[in-house]
């Protein structure tokens, strides 16, 4: 199956939901800014350009694009890394690396110049030309990879981009998903990383493409089982309340939701106990704690956060205000 890409390319401002001009008064948005300052103000490995940083400046620049107030943190780690992804020469094409990249495609809406992607184009049209699509090990690769090459597909109209990163969704799908249960292997944040890359893919392609119509069938299939995994105080977690899988899974519901891949009287009240639940995990000064380690069975505590929590959060919080009255 190939989506034509004449079709795709009109998804090009979808590649991040909702923007602001200006700053949007709201709940929802502070919120979303003070546990932004947070993270940079109190967070810890802040430098490293890593999934778990990747995955909380692609938070921050959501953030900005919908408040249209910035902490000038992202543009300084992308440009400290020199564009480039943290690869290692044995496994270039691992997936965690090209979080990076995600990171670098939200930064090029303000900064479009051609060598902010020029690294991350380079390495995804290397894997494309290897043929294999079993690089993907774990179902977190969906949030990982799977919006990097959407994104860059879409941008360059690469069909064969585009259909390669649906080869390798339908590989790892067949060795991770349940299709009876909906849900993928390890754990409920495992699930979390799953659908929130789905939820990328959706918003980044067109309502009428096939690819965009598979990977919806598979979000809603895990959401009818995330939606009675829910816990009775708003969250979802493996051994306990986890503010990422909470961050995750709400962010694809309201995501869903938004898009209408989900059926909104059924979603958005998950959607609104899941957020209030995160509000609980945040503390006085904005940090978001209760964050589990990732796919991890260790409980977490009010004291536990991670920048790729709050990187969800931030996307959570995004998708939420086109939902929320008043914003």
């Known amino acids: ?16 939901a909702p923007a602001a001009a ?24 802040l430098t490293a350009n890593n999934w778990s940083n990747a995955n909380f400046h692609v938070g921050n620049i959501a953030q900005v694009r919908t408040t249209g107030i910035s902490n000038h943190k992202t543009w300084p780690w992308v440009r400290a890394n020199k564009f480039l992804l943290p690869i290692d020469p044995a496994n270039p094409y ?23 992607l020029q690294p991350l184009r380079d390495n995804l049209r290397a894997q ?18 799977l919006p990097s090459f959407t994104q860059v597909a879409v941008r360059d109209l690469d069909q064969d981009m585009l259909d390669y990163s649906y080869r390798s969704y339908r590989s790892l799908k067949k060795r991770t998903f349940n299709e009876v249960t909906g849900l993928w292997s390890r754990n409920v944040q495992t699930n979390g990383w799953a659908v929130q890359g789905l939820a990328k893919a959706i918003l ?48 694809a519901f309201a995501a869903g939701v938004n898009t209408g891949v989900l059926d909104r009287d059924t979603y958005l009240p998950l959607v609104r106990k899941g957020w209030q639940a995160l509000l ?45 009255p008043g914003c």
């Open 1 to 16: 199956m190939r989506t034509p890409l004449f079709v795709v390319a009109l998804a090009g401002s979808l590649l991040i």
């Open 22 to 45: 200006q700053a949007v008064p709201c709940a929802v948005t502070d919120v979303m800014i003070k546990a932004s300052q947070a993270w940079v103000t109190r967070g810890t490995g």
């Open 94 to 116: 691992a997936p965690d690396p090209q979080a990076s990249g995600e990171a670098y495609l939200a930064v090029s809406f303000f900064h479009p110049e051609p060598e902010v």
């Open 128 to 145: 494309v030309k290897t043929g294999r699509t079993d690089f993907w090990k774990s179902p977190d690769a969906l949030t990982m990879s």
């Open 204 to 251: 980044a392609l067109p309502a009428d493409s096939p690819y965009r119509a598979d990977y919806a069938r598979t979000l809603r299939k895990s959401a009818q089982t995330l939606r009675y995994l829910q816990r009775h105080d708003g969250f979802w977690g493996a051994t306990g309340k986890d503010s990422a899988a909470t961050a995750m899974i709400t962010y």
């Open 280 to 324: 609980t995990a945040v503390d006085a000064d904005g940090l978001l704690g209760w964050t589990a380690a990732r796919n991890s069975w260790k409980p977490a505590s009010a004291g536990d956060s991670a920048g790729f929590a709050v990187g969800s959060f931030l996307l959570a919080g995004q998708q939420l205000v086109p939902l929320t």
